[in-house]
């Protein structure tokens, strides 16, 4: 158990014995641990080292133990502080390493991943090796052959562990089957979503390590092959598109922040109009008919007093409805 803070086997089970009694000699704690007496002083030295453990001066010389809560939680605390310290190390260490492969070897810079099951592959293995957030533009088509009718399980996981997701839907993505049922449930788990209209490409960005960007030509139907982007200046330029298109697209609301004010079916109605989206669209991302969609637009603009579809969506934002 004590191993996570660098206490050994060995040096537990003394300490525990110690514990139990108290206070003991050396014979007392060889006698317990089954040990070797040169085995038992040098732990006996180390427990007292770390202050776990003090050393009276009488004879027979006996071991006191400090109590657990203190004598540990000091060793805990000294062991983070190095942990901390190895952090800030690994960033110096990475910053170094970096600088040296932006230039170093230039043609490694940009890795080219072919066939679909490769591109699947590489795509998962690049989530499970984030720590802190994925970035991406998400338009069709896919490599992955269920698309939006199933959610993306490697990134529901990767939510619950903390990793954040920021992603930007292509308004194209709306009229997908399940997209919002997808999106909903990866909202819910915490993804935080946009939608944009026409992104200039789909791109996935892992920390500030390593993109990907698929491969695509004219009529492509399904991705085959991607760019795999590592730390360069190339990389660092994507990073700052992202956050321009981010900052200029309409955020995703399941709910409005006045829940008097609208159900959570007019919310997402609000945010598809906002985006651009066709009746169609919104109709195939609801599950509705576009004679549904048509009714419910009607019904909100007599209730904000709009004469378009524009100043729905621009009432509603002044409102704070989205």
Not at 127 to 133: I, K, L, V
Not at 140 to 165: D, F, W
Not at 193 to 205: F, N, Q, T, V
Not at 281 to 309: N, Y
Request: charge should be positive; aromatic fraction near 4%.
């Amino acid at each position: 158990m004590l191993e996570a803070i660098g206490l050994s086997q060995q040096d537990e089970a003394v300490y525990d014995a110690l514990v139990r009694r108290t206070q003991a000699t050396l014979t007392e704690l060889v006698h317990d641990c089954h040990l070797p007496a040169s085995a038992a002083r040098r732990t006996l030295r180390s427990l007292v080292e770390l202050g776990l453990a003090t050393r009276s001066t009488g004879r027979p010389v006996r071991y006191v133990a400090v109590a657990p809560d203190s004598g540990l939680e000091a060793v805990l605390r000294e062991r983070e502080a190095g942990l901390r310290d190895v952090r800030l190390h690994v960033r110096t260490l990475m910053k170094m390493y970096r600088a040296g492969t932006r230039f170093a070897h230039p043609g490694e810079l940009i890795e080219v991943v072919s066939g679909r099951d490769e591109v699947n592959h590489r795509w998962v293995q690049m989530q499970q090796n984030t720590h802190a957030q994925m970035r991406g533009f998400d338009l069709p088509p896919y490599a992955a052959r269920q698309g939006h009718t199933e959610s993306n399980h490697v990134e529901l996981a990767l939510l619950k562990r903390g990793v954040k997701y920021r992603v930007i839907y292509d308004r194209t993505a709306l009229e997908l089957p399940g997209w919002l049922d997808d999106v909903t449930v990866g909202m819910r788990q915490g993804e935080q979503a946009r939608i944009a209209p026409d992104l200039p490409m789909k791109l996935a960005i892992s920390d500030d390590r390593l993109a990907i960007i698929p491969l695509l030509r004219p009529g492509d139907d399904v991705v085959t092959a991607s760019y795999l982007i590592h730390p360069s200046p190339l990389l660092d330029a994507l990073v700052a598109l992202f956050e321009a298109v981010w900052a200029r697209s309409v955020p995703v609301q399941l709910t409005s922040p006045d829940a008097e004010a609208l159900s959570e079916e007019e919310t997402r109605l609000l945010t598809l109009l906002a985006a651009g989206a066709t009746d169609k669209a919104a109709g195939r991302a609801l599950g509705w008919s576009e004679r549904t969609v048509q009714r419910h637009v009607t019904k909100l603009m007599r209730r904000v007093g709009a004469r378009t579809r524009f100043q729905i969506a621009m009432e509603a934002t002044r409102r704070g409805w989205i």
